[in-house]
C-alpha cells in the first residue's frame, strides 16, 4: 500500500527498479505489484475518512469537552 500511495504522490522518489517482493509469506505485502492507480484509490478513501472525522469533530464545540 505505501508503494502505491508514494507511486501517486510522488511518483519521483519511487524507484521500482529497486523494489522486490522481500516477505515471500506475503506479511508485507509484494511492493512489485503496486501502481499509481491503486495508490489513488488508497488516498481518496483515507481523505475521505479523515474528512468526515474532522466534520464531526467540527460539531461537537471545545466547551464540551472538561478538563480533568
Same mark, same amino acid.
Given at each position: 500500500?505505501? =508503494?502505491? &500511495? &508514494?507511486?501517486? /504522490? !510522488?511518483?519521483? /522518489? #519511487?524507484? &521500482?527498479?529497486? +523494489?522486490?517482493? @522481500?516477505?515471500?509469506? $506475503?506479511?508485507?505485502?509484494?511492493? =512489485?505489484?503496486?501502481? %499509481? %492507480? @491503486? $495508490? $489513488?484509490? @488508497? +488516498?481518496?478513501? #483515507? %481523505? %475521505? $475518512?479523515?474528512?468526515?472525522? +474532522?466534520?464531526? =469533530?467540527? !460539531?461537537?464545540?471545545?466547551? !464540551? @469537552?472538561r478538563r480533568q
Amino acid at each position: 500500500a505505501e =508503494t502505491s &500511495m &508514494m507511486l501517486h /504522490l !510522488r511518483p519521483d /522518489l #519511487v524507484k &521500482m527498479d529497486k +523494489v522486490q517482493d @522481500i516477505h515471500k509469506s $506475503g506479511l508485507a505485502g509484494d511492493a =512489485t505489484s503496486a501502481s %499509481a %492507480a @491503486i $495508490g $489513488g484509490q @488508497i +488516498v481518496d478513501h #483515507v %481523505a %475521505a $475518512g479523515f474528512a468526515g472525522l +474532522v466534520e464531526e =469533530t467540527s !460539531r461537537n464545540p471545545l466547551e !464540551r @469537552i472538561r478538563r480533568q
